[in-house]
């Protein structure tokens, strides 16, 4: 058993990168797997998951289905919108559009994160499910941790890591589907509050350029600026406005 | 056992609505992603640029949630969203960078306000 104090100091150590623990596809996989334990997103995760869970049986979707939600969306952003605007009567064609914007962040994550599992040799198909698997809680542990993974095994790690989140989620969306009726409702409001917090602290603690935290920045203040107009993709125009402002500047202090 | 099967899928008219309103809008931009970064070096500009956007997307998700608040956390102050999650990162940047310190005290003071307001 570990100390009680470390599970909050995550000092899980990954084997050294020329250890022969890395020679395995197999182990690779378990070793991501394991890593989920090494993180507070994962409790944050599960939270958040939990109240999904929840507003899906408030809503009256079926367990099945929000379970399906958690394993084939698997964005928590995502489903929340899809889950209130479905619940309050809008029409499909209504809440896909208001998912596609909000998903658009996927894009550059994936962008940003496949170029650290590729080898020559890997070809597109073996990162179809590592894709599948981007979300901000795999995009942030990606940063933090495929560094110490050496690259031929990164793929490997990447899906077990993607499937013991995906794994504690749907325990998690399950056990808030059951509990529903006994949430009382300071509970959902903090459980809510969780998903804005724990963006803003994972994403600065991977701010590694000033690009990056100019961006976060301007993003938080451009948005309800934005927001006063009702464009239905304010996100969208902050989003790019902020973050081609941001890269500008960092494009202007250090010259190519 | 059909009808257990049943109860737990629900109607395939709400699984259709799945695929439909939450997996391709999802699945699209992965995929996209998937397809265009084959070609994009690790350090290249572009992708300082794609990061900067994918930031500033996240950090408008983030204001989103805060100012126009969904279900429960409607009913705390603006105030008091916004001094809650002003302090989870004080405690984060004096923390050196912990996220869990930054969440719990951020959650705390919510918590806190409420029970004060009544």
């Given at each position: 058993m570990r100390p009680a104090t470390q599970l909050f100091r995550f000092p899980l150590a990954l084997p050294a990168?020329?250890?022969?623990?890395?020679?395995?596809s197999l182990r690779a996989f378990a070793l991501g797997t394991r890593?989920?334990?090494?993180?507070v997103l994962t409790l944050v995760l599960f939270a958040t998951y939990v109240g999904i869970g929840a507003l899906a049986h408030d809503t009256h979707f079926s367990l099945g289905w929000v379970l399906a939600s958690t394993l084939f969306v698997w964005a928590g952003p995502a489903q929340i919108i899809l889950l209130s605007t479905l619940g309050s009567g809008a029409t499909v064609v209504q809440a896909a559009v208001a998912v596609t914007v909000s998903a658009i962040r996927l894009f550059p994550m994936v962008v940003s994160v496949l170029p650290m599992l590729?080898?020559?040799?890997?070809?597109?198909r073996h990162l179809v499910l590592a894709t599948h698997f981007t979300a901000v809680t795999l995009w942030v542990e990606c940063f933090r941790l495929l560094p110490q993974v050496p690259r031929e095994r990164r793929v490997a790690f990447v899906h077990g890591l993607g499937a013991g989140l995906v794994s504690v989620s749907l325990t998690a969306t399950a056990i808030g589907y059951g509990l529903a009726a006994n949430l009382p409702e300071l509970f959902a409001a903090a459980i809510l509050l969780l998903t804005p917090l724990s963006f803003l602290l994972s994403t600065a603690r991977n701010c590694r350029q000033l690009a990056d935290l100019l961006a976060l920045v301007l993003g938080l203040a451009l948005f309800p600026v934005v927001a006063?107009?009702?464009?239905?993709?304010d996100i969208l125009i902050s989003g790019m406005t902020a973050g081609t402002i941001a890269y500008a500047v960092h494009w202007w202090r250090e010259p190519q | 056992m059909n009808e257990g099967l049943a109860h737990f899928v629900g109607d395939w008219h709400a699984l259709l609505v799945l695929l439909i309103a939450g997996f391709l809008p999802n699945e699209i931009w992965r995929l996209i992603g998937l397809w265009l970064g084959a070609?994009?070096?690790?350090?290249s500009q572009l992708l300082v640029w794609v990061r900067a956007v994918a930031t500033a997307i996240l950090a408008g998700v983030i204001a989103q949630i805060l100012v126009q608040p969904p279900g429960a956390l409607a009913s705390v102050p603006d105030w008091l969203r916004y001094a809650a999650v002003a302090s989870g990162f004080v405690v984060f940047m004096l923390t050196r960078h912990s996220i869990f310190a930054g969440v719990v005290s951020g959650e705390l003071l919510m918590l806190a306000g409420k029970w004060w307001v009544g």
């Amino acid at each position: 058993m570990r100390p009680a104090t470390q599970l909050f100091r995550f000092p899980l150590a990954l084997p050294a990168l020329d250890s022969p623990q890395w020679q395995s596809s197999l182990r690779a996989f378990a070793l991501g797997t394991r890593s989920v334990t090494s993180t507070v997103l994962t409790l944050v995760l599960f939270a958040t998951y939990v109240g999904i869970g929840a507003l899906a049986h408030d809503t009256h979707f079926s367990l099945g289905w929000v379970l399906a939600s958690t394993l084939f969306v698997w964005a928590g952003p995502a489903q929340i919108i899809l889950l209130s605007t479905l619940g309050s009567g809008a029409t499909v064609v209504q809440a896909a559009v208001a998912v596609t914007v909000s998903a658009i962040r996927l894009f550059p994550m994936v962008v940003s994160v496949l170029p650290m599992l590729r080898t020559p040799q890997t070809k597109r198909r073996h990162l179809v499910l590592a894709t599948h698997f981007t979300a901000v809680t795999l995009w942030v542990e990606c940063f933090r941790l495929l560094p110490q993974v050496p690259r031929e095994r990164r793929v490997a790690f990447v899906h077990g890591l993607g499937a013991g989140l995906v794994s504690v989620s749907l325990t998690a969306t399950a056990i808030g589907y059951g509990l529903a009726a006994n949430l009382p409702e300071l509970f959902a409001a903090a459980i809510l509050l969780l998903t804005p917090l724990s963006f803003l602290l994972s994403t600065a603690r991977n701010c590694r350029q000033l690009a990056d935290l100019l961006a976060l920045v301007l993003g938080l203040a451009l948005f309800p600026v934005v927001a006063m107009f009702h464009t239905g993709v304010d996100i969208l125009i902050s989003g790019m406005t902020a973050g081609t402002i941001a890269y500008a500047v960092h494009w202007w202090r250090e010259p190519q | 056992m059909n009808e257990g099967l049943a109860h737990f899928v629900g109607d395939w008219h709400a699984l259709l609505v799945l695929l439909i309103a939450g997996f391709l809008p999802n699945e699209i931009w992965r995929l996209i992603g998937l397809w265009l970064g084959a070609g994009v070096d690790e350090g290249s500009q572009l992708l300082v640029w794609v990061r900067a956007v994918a930031t500033a997307i996240l950090a408008g998700v983030i204001a989103q949630i805060l100012v126009q608040p969904p279900g429960a956390l409607a009913s705390v102050p603006d105030w008091l969203r916004y001094a809650a999650v002003a302090s989870g990162f004080v405690v984060f940047m004096l923390t050196r960078h912990s996220i869990f310190a930054g969440v719990v005290s951020g959650e705390l003071l919510m918590l806190a306000g409420k029970w004060w307001v009544g």
